[in-house]
């Protein structure tokens, strides 16, 4: 996420501690949030995919996923 999204953030959650979010802010904020998490969720999922274990066997094995 660009440095300048990330201040924007900021920037509204500092505000909403001094007073009401407008109805703009607030979705804004929200879309803010939500395509943060959403490149978290993103580079999460490329660290677990490139994740082995190794067993005491000494075999590497990919991290399954969670049924």
């Known amino acids: 996420m660009e440095k300048a999204k ?11 501690r001094e007073r009401e979010l ?5 979705s804004e ?8 998490l959403a490149e978290w969720r993103r580079g999460a999922l490329e660290v677990l995919e490139n994740t ?3 067993g005491t066997d000494g075999k ?8």
Not at 6 to 16: C, G, K, N, P, Q
Not at 22 to 26: A, G, I, K, R, V
């Open 52 to 54: 082995y274990v190794v």
């Open 22 to 26: 407008t109805p703009e802010e607030l």
């Open 29 to 36: 904020r929200k879309a803010l949030r939500e395509e943060y």
């Open 60 to 67: 590497k094995r990919k991290l399954g996923r969670k049924k």
């Open 6 to 16: 990330m201040d924007r953030i900021s920037e509204l959650t500092a505000i909403a």
